[in-house]
């Protein structure tokens, strides 16, 4: 099932009974018994997929796929979570799932960690784990190609199962963490939600059983208690195993049953309950303020029991939801672009479902300062317009549309699929029940039933999702001076105001006209070059153009592109900068042609196309993509970006309105105060480093923006497009030559301009206070000059990798002192040669300093005494793996291709990556940590609580 959030089961078990009966009664269909006892037919399995259950109860699904090939995606999935816990448990469940990367039988302390950086999986992205309300999640991500890593990620599966440790001394370790986790969660979001969670889920314990627990429980439970939790629900009949990969199913099958059959569930197992949201007939408000919130908005959430989605009927059901909810969002979206002085930022109607118990409907969105009752009355008022009049048919053609293209390519991309997306299917299907027919299955369902669907039964959702009961009205908004925010007796005012207003129904404004008038004089490709080591062709074009193309066939139903030309906002003076920075924003809400964004939108329905113009600071360009049959359509929109962009004044001012709104209280957030002092202070203070404030909003012209992007894309001579994706030179050769041979070219001679902005030299120390919660966010950049190649930069980046890894064994697994620590390089080329290396992390206030001194005395460290081999072969393997998956991948090659274009390098040295690696070694590491950890020449930024400034 592709397009719901989240397909679950429920209790009702007369749902296809009902459905029959509402789609007689509404007269909406004329069915048959034959055609009323096949919407009754219960969805099959997908027969891809090999599922069963041993005779303990364990339930296995094992999938052979090949994308991407020699890797599999495993997964232990626990029907446990935070809402089983006790009142002086709260938070077990989360430690528990830390502590099964910190010993188990077979791997003592972080074994498991270290061996699976060691075969190329990198910590987080690979090997990680979560635990929600509900459930607990083991994921991995394991190479094929030997099959002793296979056996050992079993052995990893099982003993997360069963056999973990829980060594006191690794528990008081993780215990830090686990509470540094908390630490980096809490802020203004977290204060807000606090407040509201206990009048969301009134009555109900999903109200105080957040994961992340109490810090007070967590600085207190034992060994023993989480050895306790674990026995207690851990077990065979709350378990899956799920396996997708490249792989023999029938061997990963005889893994399973040799390491999961043996496991026992307790003599008198503690039942799995599942926890109810109780009903409520009265309207409930959750109003949360906080000084450091940054944005205000009002949502409505309606709660409803829980659909069963076992039937084609309930199937078909889920497929109204989604054009319902498709073609709201479409008319939210209009009303914000078509207002000079929108009611919202954003709005959207989205059906969910955040915890097992319930299903919601949420019609919410973000608003101005001020802007709650003006909003809440906008979003009631289109609710009931609904309700009243409904849905036009064009909307609903339209919207058709849409879902049968994306099921098409869904269904074109079967055998393109990552394994990780079927791999969450099935762990759905685990926990709630959601059906996992295969997408041959609902291809077929949706061009069978999706023309059938009338617009009457998708009307009717309207009246069953917007009522006056079971209904949460959320407030969030800063804590200020001036501002209002409405009481509950003004909040119920404007619910009846909107049940008194005089409402026109909605008019649906499209255009028949051609997206094209006609097609353009076509260019000739006048040159052709060709790179086999790396199957690109690059063709000269009559106008001056450049084109890089590399058909692949890596995916079915898509082809990338990426245009660039040297330039950018550096070109502009720095009084226009501004005008020049949100030029394309501008651009981009405007429509192209003889199309606003609305109508633009609206005419493209049904095609798989995008083409969004871009400028930077050293070049502009355009960026998107299309699938094979819409390449025409994006080649004409490219041609009309260049030659016929649109400026609209009520877009202009929408989008300025909507910019002030957002950024009106951005600097009431710690994070946002840190990363500010860190940019203009590598910039020193350069006018063009200030971050967005209303002042700089006011130099918003929408003439200077529309002329700077004219002159920007006048001239496409000096520009080079590339394309990667499913094509033939051939086939795609006409279009080429039609639409990007015919656009302008001035023929200019013309580069980027060096702006002036410089690093500061020497050590610089900054602090900001900000904040009320106890936590500091670290940041040290070193920077200095660069020599810009190919190998210096792969060997700086290399080195942040290595000292990742290290840094994070020290600060999180042996000083407990933060929940992650990132070190990363950015080697640059223009407009100067230059780097900065990186170094970020997050902790208690109290031991800023502390961990400060580790990092800069493991610098010293890596700096005298190197760094052992093992440490440079888990990057190097890390490295391989990642090449091996990324030579297969579209988007891979688009980048590379425009680092490599852009720089003037030669294009066959991708495929040379290995000759860069075998250069890695514990030594060149060395040599590169003193060079680029230059300890006089750095910035050092902390973020501490304002709490410790008084104090101080």
């Known amino acids: 099932i592709k397009f719901k959030e989240k397909f679950m089961p429920g209790k009702k078990l007369l749902w296809v009974v009902f459905t029959c009966l509402y789609l007689i009664v509404t007269g909406s269909s004329q069915l048959s018994a034959q055609q009323l006892s096949d919407l009754q037919q219960i969805l099959p399995v997908d027969p891809h997929v090999k599922v069963g259950q041993l005779e303990n109860g364990l339930k296995y699904y094992i999938r052979e796929n090949h994308k991407p090939e020699n890797r599999a995606e495993l997964r232990l999935v626990v029907n446990v979570g935070s809402i089983l816990e006790e009142d002086d448990q709260r938070g077990i469940a989360h430690f528990v799932e830390h502590m099964a990367f910190n010993g188990t039988k077979h791997f003592a302390k ?52 069963h056999l973990l440790t829980f060594d006191k001394e690794e528990v008081e370790k993780e215990r830090k963490v686990v509470i540094e986790e908390w630490r980096l969660g809490r802020g203004a979001m977290a204060r807000m939600r606090d407040k509201q969670f206990p009048v969301l889920f009134k009555n109900s314990r999903y109200a105080d059983r957040l994961p992340i627990g109490k810090k007070e429980i967590l600085e207190k439970i034992q060994a023993k208690e989480l050895r306790k939790f674990y026995k ?100 939210l979206s209009e009303l914000i672009r078509s207002s000079s002085d929108p009611p919202f930022i954003f709005a959207f109607s989205n059906k969910s479902q955040i915890v097992r118990a319930k299903e919601f409907y949420i019609l919410g969105a973000v608003v101005k300062e001020n802007g709650i ?4 009355e906008t979003l009631l008022t289109e609710a009931l317009r609904l309700k009243k009049y409904g849905f036009t048919e064009t909307e609903l053609q339209r ?15 079967r055998d393109k699929t990552e394994s990780s997306v079927y791999a969450a299917e099935y762990i759905r299907n685990f926990l709630t029940g959601e059906p996992f027919p295969g997408v041959e299955y609902e291809y077929k369902l949706h061009k069978k039933y999706l023309p059938k669907i009338k617009l009457d039964e998708i009307n009717a959702l309207a009246k069953t999702w917007i009522t006056d009961h079971n209904r949460v009205v959320m407030v969030n908004a800063p804590e200020k001076p001036g501002l209002h925010i409405p009481t509950e007796a003004e909040i119920r005012a404007v619910f009846e105001k909107s049940q008194n207003e005089i409402i026109k129904p909605y008019a649906d404004v499209t255009s028949d006209i051609p997206l094209l008038a006609k097609p353009p004089q076509p260019g000739k490709v006048v040159k052709e070059t060709y790179y086999p080591e790396v199957d690109v062709t690059e063709w000269q074009l009559s106008n001056g153009v450049r084109v890089v193309l590399k058909p692949t066939d890596f995916k079915n139903d898509e082809v990338l592109f990426e245009a660039f030309s040297p330039g950018g906002h550096s070109l502009a003076p720095d009084e226009d900068f501004i005008p020049a920075r949100t030029a394309t924003s501008i651009i981009n809400e405007s429509g192209v042609g003889k199309f606003d964004r609305i109508t633009l939108e609206k005419k493209l329905a ?65 994070e946002a105060a840190f ?44 520009f080079t497009f590339i394309l990667v994706g499913n094509f033939t030179l051939k086939k795609i050769r006409p279009f080429v030559e039609t639409y990007l041979g015919s656009l302008p070219a001035k023929n200019r001679k013309e580069s980027w301009r060096d702006v002036g902005i410089r690093p500061p030299k020497g050590v610089i120390e900054k602090t900001v206070w900000k904040g009320l919660e106890p936590k500091s966010r670290i940041q040290i950049i070193f920077s200095g000059p660069f020599q810009w ?30 929940y992650g620590v990132s070190v990363w390089a950015i080697p640059s080329h223009y407009p100067l040669e230059s780097y900065q290396l990186i170094i970020s992390f997050a902790c208690d206030p109290d031991r800023v300093e502390e961990l400060t001194e580790v990092v800069f005395d493991q610098i010293k460290k890596f700096k005298f005494y190197g760094i052992p081999y093992s440490y440079v072969k888990k990057v ?48 060149i590491v060395q040599e590169y940590a003193r060079k680029y950890f230059n300890e006089k020449n750095f910035v050092k930024v902390v973020l501490y609580p304002e709490k410790g400034k008084t104090n101080q």
């Open 876 to 923: 190097k393997e890390i490295q391989r793996r990642e090449r091996e998956t990324n030579l297969k991948e579209n988007n891979f090659w688009l980048n590379i291709l425009h680092t490599y274009y852009f720089h003037n390098e030669n294009p066959e040295e991708i495929v040379h990556y290995g000759q860069l690696m075998e250069k890695l070694t514990p030594k």
């Open 373 to 376: 009752l003006r909003g809440l």
């Open 606 to 670: 049904g095609k798989a196309v995008r083409v969004s113009p871009w400028i930077g600071s050293l070049e502009e360009g355009m960026s998107g993509g299309a699938a094979p049959r819409d390449l025409e359509a994006m080649f004409k929109l490219i041609y009309l970006y260049f030659t016929e962009p649109r400026v609209d004044s009520t877009a202009f001012l929408s989008y300025k309105n909507r910019l002030k709104d957002f950024i009106a209280n951005r600097h009431a957030s710690p």
């Open 675 to 718: 990363q500010d002092t860190i940019q203009v202070t590598m910039a020193q203070y350069h006018p063009r480093s200030k971050p967005w404030s209303l002042e700089l909003i006011k130099k918003m012209d929408l003439r200077k923006s529309f002329e700077f992007y004219q002159d920007r894309f006048a001239d496409a001579s000096d």
């Open 399 to 413: 919207q058709k549309a849409e879902l049968l293209r994306g099921m098409e390519i869904a269904f074109n991309e």
């Open 110 to 161: 972080q074994e498991i960690v270290n061996y699976l950086e060691s075969i190329g999986m990198r910590f987080g992205p690979d090997i990680n784990a979560y635990t929600s309300f509900d459930e607990t999640v083991y994921m991995l991500q394991i190479p094929t190609d030997r099959a002793e890593i296979i056996t050992t990620a079993f052995q990893i599966l099982e003993d997360w199962a």
């Open 789 to 818: 190649s190919r190998e210096n930069r792969y060997l700086l980046q290399s080195m942040a990798s290595v000292f990742q890894i290290r840094l994070r064994e020290v600060l999180r697994e042996e000083k407990g002192g933060t």
């Open 232 to 331: 207690d629900w851990y077990r065979p009949d709350l378990m899956a195993v799920i396996a997708v990969g490249d792989f023999d199913s029938q061997k990963i099958l005889e893994l399973i049953v040799q390491h999961f059959a043996h496991l026992k569930s307790p003599r008198k197992p503690k039942v799995r309950k599942i926890y109810p949201v109780p009903d409520h007939q009265e309207t409930l408000f959750a109003i949360a303020t906080d000084p450091e919130a940054t944005s205000t908005s009002v949502s409505i959430y309606f709660k409803q029991d829980v659909h069963e989605d076992k039937t084609i009927a309930d199937y078909l059901n889920l497929i109204r939801e989604i054009l319902f909810n498709g073609m709201f969002n479409a008319r």
